[in-house]
C-alpha cells in the first residue's frame, strides 16, 4: 500500500467550471476525510465518511460541493461553478475508526482564475 | 477564538538550536496530534498522544490534559527541520480534526 493518493497534485481552472478531485486512502481504513487549507491557514474540516456512509458536513460545503464514496473504497470531491474563494489546498485523509492516527495525502491545489 | 492555538506562528532557529512549539485546546479532546507540512502540502503525522510523553528521534511531544496544553520540542534542530508543524485535535465525539493554524519553522545552517 502506498498511502494516500489524490489526483490530480494540481488544478487550474476558470471561474465557472466544475471540478473533480480524487482521494484513494489506505485501502484498511474504513474512514475518509476531506479537508480544505488557504494560504497560512491551518486545515478546515469539510466532510468524512465511515465506509460509503457520510457522517458529518461543515456548513463550509455550500451546495456547490458534493462529496461521495460509492464503494466505501476511494472519494471524490466535486465543486460545481468554481468561485475564486474556492482556490485552496484539498487535503485527504483515511484512518482506521480514528483511533490510530491519520494518514493524509498530499493534496490537490486548486486554483481559480 | 480558535479551539487550537499555536504559538509562536513564525519560528527561526540556528542549527542545533533547541525548539520549542506550544499548542493550547479550549475543547475536551481524547487525543491529540502533532503533524509536519513541508512546501507543497503533503502532511506527516508525527504524533498522537494522550497522556505524558512520547520521543521519536529529536523530537519530543507532552502533554498535559489538565492544562489542555501540549508542546512539541526539536533537539538538536537542523535545516531539514524546516517546515509548519500544526497541531490538531479531534473533540470529544465526533472524528473530525481542528487545527491550529501551524508555526513557521526556519532552522539556519
Known amino acids: 500500500d502506498t498511502g494516500v493518493s489524490q489526483d490530480p497534485r494540481h488544478k487550474i481552472t476558470k471561474r465557472g467550471q466544475n471540478v473533480t478531485f480524487r482521494c484513494d486512502p489506505i485501502s484498511e481504513h474504513n474512514r475518509l476525510y476531506w479537508y480544505r487549507q488557504t494560504l497560512g491557514q491551518g486545515p478546515e474540516f469539510l466532510t468524512y465518511f465511515q465506509n460509503e456512509a457520510q457522517l458529518e458536513k461543515s456548513r463550509l460545503l455550500s451546495d456547490r460541493f458534493s462529496a461521495e464514496r460509492p464503494k466505501g473504497s476511494f472519494s471524490t470531491l466535486e465543486i460545481q461553478r468554481t468561485e475564486q474563494g474556492d482556490s485552496a489546498m484539498y487535503l485527504c485523509a483515511s484512518s482506521f475508526t480514528g483511533k490510530h492516527g491519520y494518514t493524509f495525502g498530499s493534496g490537490t491545489r486548486l486554483t481559480v482564475v | 477564538k480558535n479551539e487550537v492555538e499555536q504559538s509562536p506562528q513564525n519560528l527561526t532557529a540556528q542549527e542545533g538550536e533547541f525548539i520549542t512549539i506550544n499548542c493550547s485546546y479550549s475543547?475536551?479532546?481524547?487525543?491529540l496530534h502533532w503533524l509536519q507540512q513541508h512546501p507543497g502540502g503533503g502532511i506527516v503525522s508525527l504524533f498522537m498522544l494522550s497522556s505524558g510523553k512520547k520521543k521519536h528521534g529529536r523530537l519530543i511531544a507532552t502533554i498535559n490534559i489538565q492544562e489542555k496544553h501540549s508542546s512539541l520540542h526539536i533537539t538538536a534542530s537542523h535545516p531539514r527541520d524546516s517546515a509548519v508543524y500544526i497541531c490538531a485535535a479531534p473533540p470529544h465525539g465526533t472524528d473530525k480534526l481542528i487545527f491550529g493554524t501551524g508555526t513557521r519553522l526556519q532552522v539556519f545552517p
Open positions: 475543547v475536551g479532546i481524547s487525543a
